[in-house]
């Protein structure tokens, strides 16, 4: 599904991502893992064009993504979400989810003045849709809340409802467990793997190892903006490369890194 080759991103003097290659399978729930400042987040966003990779390759579907705008690469399948939400919060849930909706009613100017039969069930239709995506995401009984209102972790299911809108072939998820209590996480993860079942490719960059070694049937490491492991959770919990990045040559983890929060 996704397809990145000999990537490379400098900014300045500084070396972000260097060489990168990765394959992300089609239907895959696919993990991008690595310390403070790896790179990851500058993986996202060269795949959604909010940045120029200095040189290499970026294919979906093996299509080219990388000489393309944000809103052009949306329209090809991919959506994600944002280390830092970005929702509307003096919007209601489902105006968030409306605001996404790639495909519009069939409807003119004059039909919206006068709230014809036509218009009005092509509203009805939208919020249904709407209703759908917050659905699959838990939170279809606050539709009508201001997203001001939700936790934390409730906003970041709504931006996942909201990337949803958008009829992604590829979804990137950003920390999607980031303020989220156990409780919570377990949703999400459940809900995750229900995406991923129902033929969505995700990509997900995460910092709680329980939650990524738990959820992902492949990760890749990056460490200094190098690609340093590619694997199963087994293979990647037990590389000496991987656990040398998250502490250090000396440590006598034994290969275990299921319970390092990094």
Avoid: W
Wanted: with cysteine.
């Amino acid at each position: 599904m996704l397809k990145l080759t000999a990537i490379t991103k400098k900014f300045g003097g500084l070396q972000v991502l260097d060489d990168v290659s990765l394959t992300v399978p089609e239907c895959a729930i696919f993990g991008l893992i690595g310390p403070n400042g790896a790179g990851k987040t500058t993986v996202f966003n060269l795949i959604t064009g909010m940045l120029v990779a200095d040189s290499g390759t970026i294919e979906l579907a093996s299509a080219r993504l990388d000489a393309l705008a944000p809103y052009q690469i949306t329209r090809r399948g991919v959506a994600r979400t944002f280390q830092n939400i970005r929702i509307f919060k003096d919007m209601t849930l489902l105006d968030n989810v409306l605001v996404a909706l790639g495909d519009h009613p069939s409807y003119n100017a004059f039909s919206i003045v006068l709230p014809l039969r036509r218009y009005r069930q092509a509203q009805r239709r939208e919020q249904e849709r709407a209703r759908e995506f917050l659905s699959r995401v838990g939170l279809a009984d606050k539709a009508q809340l201001l997203a001001e209102t939700l936790s934390y972790g409730e906003q970041r299911r709504l931006e996942i409802a909201r990337a949803l809108a958008t009829g992604p072939k590829l979804l990137l998820l950003d920390e999607p467990a980031a303020g989220m209590n156990s409780v919570e996480k377990l949703q999400l993860m459940d809900d995750i793997t229900k995406l991923g079942e129902g033929g969505l490719t995700i990509l997900i960059i995460e910092h709680d190892m329980r939650f990524i070694m738990g959820l992902c049937q492949q990760i890749a490491v990056l460490n200094f903006g190098k690609l340093i492991a590619n694997g199963t959770p087994d293979e990647i919990r037990s590389s000496t490369a991987v656990i040398e990045a998250y502490l250090g040559q000396d440590n006598e983890a034994g290969g275990e890194l299921g319970g390092v929060q990094a």
